[in-house]
C-alpha cells in the first residue's frame, strides 16, 4: 500500500522561508509531485521530482531524497498569495496509468 | 486554452436522486481521472480511463460510474445519491503515464450537497 505524511498545517511571515516535509511508503516508487491548491480552487502543478537531489523553480524548490522516502518543498521570500494548501502525491512504480496517491495537504498560512 | 472543464460546479441533491457530472478537456489528453476531496483529506480516485472505450475502477468506486465515449469527455454518474457522497469532485486529465513527468491537469471541481 501506500502512505503519505505531511504536517496538518504551518505559518510563517510574509518574506520568510518556509520548508513542507513530505514522507512516503510505497510498494515501489516512480515520481513526486507537488501541488499548490488555493481555498475552493483546483489543485495546479507546482514541482516533479524522480531523482534525488533540488529541483528549483524561481522561488520554490523541491527536494528529493529516495533512500530517505522524503521530499521537501521550499518556498522563498513569501507573499500572502501563498497562503494556501500544499499536497504531495507519489507514484508508484507498476503504475501504468500514471496514477497518485495524494497526502491530505499541508494548510499554509502566510502572515503580514 | 481552456484545459479541464467540469460543469456543474455547484449541487444540491436529494437523497436517492441520480445525476450526471461533467467533464471535458481540450489538450488532446489521454488519460483521464475522477477523485473527491473531502475537508481535511487527500484525493481520493473514483475512477480513471487510459482512454476512449477504456475505464477502470480506483479507491472508491462504490455509488459511482463512468464512461469514456471520446477522447474529449468523462462523465461520472452517481446513481441512487447518499450523504456519503457529498465532497468536492475534480476531474482531472494527463497526456501520458508512466515513467513520464507530465503531471494531471485539474478542472475547477463540482461542490456536491447530498440532503
Known amino acids: 500500500g501506500q502512505n503519505i505524511d505531511q504536517p496538518t498545517e504551518m505559518t510563517a511571515t510574509e518574506g520568510a522561508i518556509v520548508q513542507i516535509n513530505c514522507t512516503y511508503q510505497?510498494?515501489?516508487?516512480?515520481?513526486l509531485f507537488w501541488y499548490q491548491q488555493h481555498a475552493g480552487e483546483a489543485p495546479t502543478f507546482l514541482s516533479y521530482?524522480?531523482?534525488?537531489g533540488l529541483e528549483e523553480k524561481g522561488r520554490f524548490s523541491s527536494f528529493l531524497s529516495r533512500s530517505k522516502g522524503y521530499s521537501y518543498l521550499l518556498l522563498k521570500e513569501l507573499q500572502m498569495k501563498d497562503s494556501a494548501s500544499y499536497l504531495c502525491?507519489?507514484?508508484?512504480?507498476?503504475?501504468?496509468?500514471?496514477?497518485?496517491?495524494f497526502g491530505r495537504g499541508t494548510q499554509l498560512t502566510v502572515w503580514p | 486554452n481552456a484545459g479541464v472543464t467540469q460543469t456543474p460546479k455547484f449541487r444540491i441533491l436529494k437523497i436517492g436522486q441520480s445525476m450526471t457530472l461533467q467533464c471535458t478537456q481540450d489538450?488532446?489528453?489521454?488519460?483521464m481521472y475522477w477523485y473527491r476531496q473531502d475537508p481535511g483529506m487527500g484525493l481520493k480516485l473514483i475512477y480513471y480511463?487510459?482512454?476512449?472505450?477504456?475505464?477502470d475502477k480506483g479507491e472508491v468506486p462504490n455509488g459511482y460510474n463512468v464512461s469514456r465515449s471520446t477522447t474529449e469527455d468523462f462523465p461520472l454518474r452517481l446513481e441512487l445519491a447518499a450523504p456519503s457522497q457529498t465532497s468536492v469532485y475534480f476531474c482531472?486529465?494527463?497526456?501520458?503515464?508512466?515513467?513520464?513527468?507530465?503531471?494531471?491537469?485539474f478542472g475547477d471541481g463540482t461542490r456536491l450537497s447530498i440532503l
Open positions: 480511463s487510459v482512454g476512449a472505450g477504456i475505464t
Open positions: 482531472a486529465s494527463s497526456y501520458t503515464s508512466g515513467d513520464s513527468n507530465q503531471p494531471q491537469h
Open positions: 510505497t510498494s515501489g516508487f516512480n515520481g
Open positions: 489538450m488532446n489528453h489521454n488519460y
Open positions: 502525491a507519489v507514484r508508484a512504480r507498476g503504475s501504468t496509468l500514471g496514477r497518485l496517491y
Open positions: 521530482n524522480v531523482l534525488d
